[in-house]
């Protein structure tokens, strides 16, 4: 909080959580398409649907490569192909990147990088390259377990879909075994191929790898793989829900004195009575508090699922020029926060901005004398507070008589008194704390949310029709705001 109200100042213009919107990257779907070659070589076609909101390029790093070696890395969009640089530069400008693609390599392995060029329009990228060594010959079968999607990508794709073929041949359940980890769609063989479906709401926790075993002398692997490839599926599996899941998809006709191929964990059937029958009864509170933290997690996981498919929005809106709702803070922060975070200096600067407008607050420069020894006159941005604003917004007047008692008895608000304002003890936590329960009690009670039962005993805010109808206007605005400082910034 150091450069709170700096913070404001650069926030004011944007009126209320605009930089969600502007300055992010969106990656709205990576749509992968695999063909597996004689040599065990993957020839991939990635193509993403993204939209650019800053920095210099898009990049994907490719580790624990064994000996698998990329080549032919190659990038186009609408607008046609990209130039291939030989040595990738990550230092380079904006400028200098766009509409250019290479390789660069890491410790681990490489990263796939091309260039952005375009901020802020949607984009549609064809990225193609060669994974070549990619399935390896193992005495059993041939095959591979390689990561296409990697999990904490920064942003996530919201969608990601996935198809693997055969140069010559087809792909069924009577010649191959598959299995799909990092989401819980499942991983299916049809029309000759293995295909993931559609994975919505992809998040950062998500990935998508897949172990694909090919039985033999249908493809010539040039890489030797180490031991058996059931080796290979039965370490992959370790730790994995397979053992509890119908959507593995292998067949295995051989039931015989009750065995089979699919793995299994082992089970000691004694373990309650020697683990917690035997122990300190400490234990047994702290696996009940753990168990309750993981049900806590897993109920909060469903609840966020829940609310984003019920509010989800359209992602392309047109332009709204009038303020929502009035310029209502309070109801717009009630309608915006169901789908997106809160942001306590996004709040302030759009309730500085109000009273800016209305004339209860003035920006002003004021001279301070800083230092203890060496003292040096100092030109500081400031507020000079003029007069009480007018309305029932509680959160409102809360917010105006912490800033009129953090000024001083000069009544001019410097950055190091709100900034003392907001460390204050619990205040802060407080303040977001009430600002939250009261934007969405305003929000319900002006019939633009309202509390729908959900899983078990949980509820949540959805969307009334008129709320729905005003968020999508919120997000016009916020929409003709970010692209009106683009072009005003291009002038």
């Known amino acids: ?16 959580s605009i930089n969600c919107y502007a300055s992010s990257d969106e990656i709205h779907s990576i749509d992968i398409k695999a063909t597996l070659m004689d040599d065990g070589s993957l020839l991939v076609t990635e193509v993403w649907k993204a939209r650019a909101g800053s920095g210099t390029e898009f990049f994907i790093p490719k580790s624990h490569m064994r000996d698998i070696v990329i080549m032919d890395f190659k990038v186009s969009d609408e607008s046609g192909p990209y130039e291939t ?22 410790s681990d392995g490489v990263e796939l990088c091309f260039g952005k060029s375009d901020l802020h329009k949607n984009k549609t990228y064809t990225l193609t390259y060669t994974m070549r060594k990619a399935a390896q010959s193992f005495d059993d079968m041939d095959g591979f ?3 296409f999607v990697n999990d904490q990508m920064n942003p996530a794709p919201e969608k ?9 041949g087809e792909i069924n359940e009577n010649n191959a075994r598959v299995w799909g980890f990092g989401s819980d769609t499942p991983i299916v063989f049809e029309g000759g191929k293995v295909v993931v479906h559609e994975i919505n709401d992809f998040g950062p926790e998500n990935h998508l ?4 075993g090919l039985e033999k002398n249908i493809i010539h692997p040039i890489s030797i793989g180490s031991g058996s490839f059931e080796d290979l599926k039965n370490t992959a599996l370790e730790g ?40 300190n009864p400490i234990v047994i509170p ?27 929005l359209p992602r392309d809106v047109n332009y709204w020029r009038d303020l929502p709702m009035n310029g209502n803070i309070l109801l717009n922060s009630g309608i915006y926060w169901v789908n997106d975070s809160f942001s306590v200096t996004n709040v302030v600067a759009a309730y500085f901005l109000k009273w800016i407008k209305d004339g209860n607050l003035e920006p002003v420069k004021e001279k301070f004398t800083k230092g203890l020894i060496f003292k040096k006159d100092v030109l500081e941005d400031c507020f000079k507070i003029i007069r009480a604003p007018e309305g029932d917004d509680v959160m409102e007047d809360w917010l105006y008589k912490l800033i009129t008692s953090a000024s001083g008895d000069d009544l001019i608000l410097r950055n190091d008194e709100l900034t003392r304002a907001f460390s204050r003890g619990d205040l802060a936590e407080r ?27 949980l509820s949540y805010d959805v969307f009334t029709e008129q709320g729905r109808s005003e968020a999508i206007k919120q997000k016009g605005f916020i929409k003709f705001l970010k692209d009106f400082r683009i072009m005003s910034a291009h002038q």
């Open 1 to 16: 909080m150091k450069k709170f109200l700096a913070s404001i100042f650069a926030a004011i213009i944007l009126v209320f």
């Open 160 to 168: 990601v879909s996935f198809e693997l073929s055969l140069e010559n």
């Open 209 to 212: 790898t897949v172990l694909f």
């Open 431 to 457: 303040f977001v704390k009430s600002y939250k329960e009261n934007a969405f009690y305003a929000a319900e009670k002006s019939k633009l949310l309202y509390k729908k039962p959900g899983f078990l005993f």
């Open 286 to 312: 702290i696996i009940l508090i753990f168990i309750a933290s993981i049900f806590s997690m897993i109920m909060s996981g469903i609840k966020k699922s829940m609310i984003n498919s019920e509010n989800r």
């Open 85 to 106: 640089i030989d040595k990738w530069n990550v230092d380079w400008t904006f400028g200098e990147k766009a509409r250019k693609c290479g390789i660069h390599g890491t």
């Open 240 to 279: 994995s829900d397979y053992n509890n899941r119908e959507e593995d998809i292998e067949e295995e006709n051989n039931y015989d004195n009750n065995k089979d191929n699919y793995y299994y964990p082992e089970y000691n059937g004694n373990f309650v009575t020697r683990f917690i029958g035997t122990v």
């Open 145 to 147: 377990n390689i990561r």
